[in-house]
C-alpha cells in the first residue's frame, strides 16, 4: 500500500490533472481581457470623434491604428520568445498598466502626435498581456484547448463590441477628456491579473514536465513544413484580420456615408458586428475541440467569401444582416488557428501567442492603414469592395497537413 500512496499524492495541484480545466483562472482572464480590449476599443470608437476636432483625413486614421498595431506587432513574438525562456507571471498587471498610461494620455492629448503616442502606449500594453496570458490559459486547460482558448479570446472580443457601445453613450456625449473615466476599469483589471499572476507563480512548475512531454511528442513534420503552415496560418489570420479591421475602423464611416445614419446609430451597428465576432468565437472553439481544427478553418475563411462579396451591393438592414453573418463566420476560426499553431510548435506556446496576436494583429493594421489611402482616394465603398475577395486566401488551407490532434 505504501507504494501507491506518492501517486495519490501526486496531483497537489488541479494543474497536475489533465482532465481539471481551471475554470476560475480562464474565466478571470477572459474578464481582463474584456477590460483591456474594452479600452482598446476605444480608440477607434473616437475615430469620428477624433476626425472633426483635429481635421483627419482616412489616411490619417489608418495611421493611428497602424500605431497601435505596429507596437503590438513588433514586441508580441519577442515578449513570447522571451516569457518561453523566462515565464514572467507578474507581467500582466505590468502590462494592463501600459494601457491605462496610454488611456489617459490619450483622453488628454492635445495634437495628433500625442494621439499616436497614446495609441502606440496601448499597443506595448496588449504586446506584454497576450502571449502570457494565452499561456496560463493555456495551463489552465486541462487538454481542453480550443474551449480555454476560445473562453480568453471571446473576452477580448466581448470587450471589443462593447467599446463603441460606450463610446457612443458615454464619450461621444461627454468628449474625449470622459476617458478618464474608465481607468477604473485598468485598475480593477491590474487587481485581478496580480490574484492570476499570485496562482501562475504557485502552478507554473506544473507546466515544466507537460511542456518536455508535448516537445518531445513530435508531429513527424521537417522544419519545412512547419514554416510552410506558419506563413500560410498568418495568410489566414491576414485575411480575416484585414476585413475585420476594415469594419472596426470604418464601418461607421460608410453607415453614415451611405445611409446616413447618426454617429450613435453606426456605434450600435459596430456593437452588434463587434458581438457577432464574440459569439463565433465561443462557437468555433467548442467545434474545434470536438471536430477538429481543419474543418473549422476551412469553413471559417471560405464560408464568408458569398457574405462579403453580397455586402457592398446590400440595403441598410442586409448590411447589418449580413455583417453580423460575417463576423459569426470568420471569428469561428481563430481558436482552431491558434491551437493548431501550438501544436506545430510545442512548447513554443508564447512565441505561438506572439506571433498570432500581434504579427497578424500589426499584418492587419498595415492592411487598415492601407484601406484608410484607398478610401481617401477613392471612396469608402471601395474599400468594401476590395475586401469582399479577401476570403479566398481560405484556398491556402490546402496546404496545411493533418495533425493527430490529442
Avoid at 490619417?60 to 514586441?75: E, K, P
Avoid at 476594415?246 to 445611409?259: N, P
Avoid at 457577432?276 to 464568408?304: C, E, N, Q, T, Y
Wanted: overall charge positive.
Amino acid at each position: 500500500m505504501s507504494t501507491h500512496q506518492p501517486a495519490l499524492q501526486a496531483p497537489a495541484s488541479p494543474l497536475a490533472q489533465p482532465s481539471g480545466t481551471t475554470f476560475a483562472v480562464i474565466l478571470s482572464l477572459s474578464f481582463c481581457h474584456l477590460l483591456n480590449d474594452m479600452m482598446q476599443s476605444l480608440v477607434p470608437a473616437l475615430y469620428p470623434i477624433l476626425k472633426e476636432s483635429y481635421a483627419l483625413d482616412f489616411a490619417q486614421i489608418g495611421l493611428i491604428t497602424l500605431a497601435f498595431q505596429v507596437t503590438a506587432s513588433l514586441l508580441q513574438p519577442l515578449v513570447g520568445i522571451y516569457t518561453d525562456k523566462r515565464p514572467m507571471p507578474y507581467s500582466l498587471p505590468i502590462g494592463m498598466s501600459s494601457t491605462l498610461v496610454g488611456l489617459l494620455l490619450m483622453a488628454h492629448a492635445n495634437s495628433y502626435t500625442v494621439i499616436l503616442l497614446a495609441a502606440a502606449l496601448i499597443g506595448v500594453g496588449s504586446s506584454v498581456f497576450h502571449p502570457e496570458a494565452s499561456r496560463v490559459a493555456r495551463l489552465a486547460s486541462g487538454g481542453r484547448y480550443g474551449l480555454a482558448q476560445s473562453l480568453f479570446q471571446v473576452g477580448g472580443n466581448t470587450g471589443s463590441a462593447i467599446g463603441p457601445l460606450l463610446a457612443a453613450f458615454v464619450v461621444v456625449p461627454h468628449g474625449q477628456a470622459s476617458l478618464v473615466w474608465f481607468s477604473a476599469a485598468a485598475l480593477l483589471g491590474m487587481l485581478i491579473l496580480l490574484q492570476v499572476g499570485h496562482w501562475y507563480a504557485r502552478n507554473r512548475v506544473a507546466r515544466a514536465p507537460a511542456r518536455k512531454a508535448g516537445a518531445a511528442a513530435g508531429h513527424g513534420l521537417s522544419r519545412g513544413q512547419v514554416a510552410l503552415a506558419v506563413l500560410v496560418l498568418i495568410a489566414l489570420l491576414f485575411s480575416k484580420n484585414v476585413y475585420t479591421a476594415s469594419l472596426s475602423s470604418y464601418f461607421t464611416f460608410y453607415l453614415i456615408e451611405r445611409f446616413e445614419v447618426s454617429v450613435q446609430a453606426a456605434q450600435v451597428i459596430l456593437f452588434v458586428f463587434l458581438g457577432s465576432l464574440a459569439v463565433g468565437l465561443m462557437i468555433g472553439g467548442i467545434l474545434g475541440d470536438r471536430v477538429g481544427r481543419l474543418p473549422i478553418i476551412w469553413f471559417s475563411i471560405l464560408g464568408a467569401l458569398p457574405f462579403t462579396l453580397a455586402l457592398p451591393f446590400a440595403n441598410l438592414f442586409w448590411t447589418v444582416v449580413l455583417a453580423v453573418t460575417i463576423g459569426l463566420v470568420m471569428s469561428s476560426a481563430f481558436a482552431a488557428i491558434l491551437v493548431y499553431a501550438q501544436e506545430l510548435l510545442p512548447g513554443r506556446v508564447g512565441l505561438v501567442a506572439g506571433m498570432f496576436f500581434g504579427l497578424s494583429f500589426g499584418l492587419g493594421g498595415l492592411g487598415a492603414a492601407a484601406l484608410g489611402e484607398l478610401a481617401d482616394r477613392t471612396s469608402i465603398s471601395t474599400v468594401y469592395m476590395v475586401c469582399a475577395f479577401l476570403p479566398l486566401l481560405g484556398l491556402l488551407t490546402v496546404f496545411l497537413p493533418k495533425l493527430s490532434e490529442r
